[in-house]
């Protein structure tokens, strides 16, 4: 049986992260009388049957919307916004309910879609690139200074925050590939927010000693 250090409780499903702190697992022997964290795989089938009914709607809703907005005349795309809106909230449902109840994630979802839904309407809007330049980029900043100040409030999973900083390290460092397509034009902003996101995972590392390589190496399954 797998064990949470963080949330000090012992989990029944066979998963790796813990469902309530999203800290890697420890494999264990449990006795009787420890506190446990019950199946939660009934809840998700639920959640996933809500999100296929909302999934299916949502087709049909915007299939019948791009055909009106066809034959009432085509000038102005507005069915593409209400297809945007809700592409938006099924994604933001998906990883912001159905996924467990973490919300380091729920956070990084959430601002990452509405940083895309910004982006979708710079484009709809003749694309000044306004949001691929700043918006976007300060996005991801504003995220990793959130973290920060996260591992300093939740001391008992601050190590589980490095693989947010992780996950911006690598959104922002793969977001260097717009530069020469065009896509951003002033890349100052995007190439301070990497070094920034790379210095405070550094920082954090460091400081965090031999307790934050322990977290990154089950993480990833990185053996001694």
Not at 195 to 202: A, D, N, R
Request: glycine fraction near 6%.
């Amino acid at each position: 049986m797998n064990k949470c250090k963080q949330c000090n409780v012992y989990i029944t499903d066979d998963v790796k992260i813990c469902p309530l702190c999203n800290s890697a697992l420890e494999n264990v022997s449990s006795g009787d009388g420890i506190k446990k964290y019950p199946n939660v795989h009934p809840k998700r089938k639920r959640l996933s049957l809500f999100l296929r009914i909302f999934l299916a709607a949502s087709i049909v809703v915007e299939t019948i919307l791009v055909t009106i907005n066809f034959y009432m005349g085509h000038e102005t795309w507005w069915s593409f916004f209400v297809g945007l809106y809700l592409a938006y909230a099924y994604f933001l449902i998906r990883f912001a309910i159905a996924q467990s109840g973490s919300g380091r994630w729920r956070m990084v979802a959430g601002t990452l879609l509405t940083a895309i839904l910004i982006i979708a309407m710079d484009i709809n809007t003749g694309y000044e690139a306004w949001s691929t330049n700043y918006v976007f980029p300060i996005s991801l900043g504003l995220l990793n200074t959130l973290s920060i100040i996260l591992i300093f409030t939740k001391r008992n999973q601050w190590q589980s925050f490095m693989v947010v900083q992780l996950t911006l390290i690598a959104i922002t460092a793969l977001s260097l590939i717009l530069i020469p397509l065009g896509i951003i034009t002033k890349p100052i902003v995007i190439v301070i927010v990497l070094i920034y996101t790379i210095l405070t995972f550094v920082s954090t590392v460091i400081i965090g000693g031999s307790k934050a390589l322990t977290e990154l190496r089950h993480r990833f399954h990185i053996n001694r």
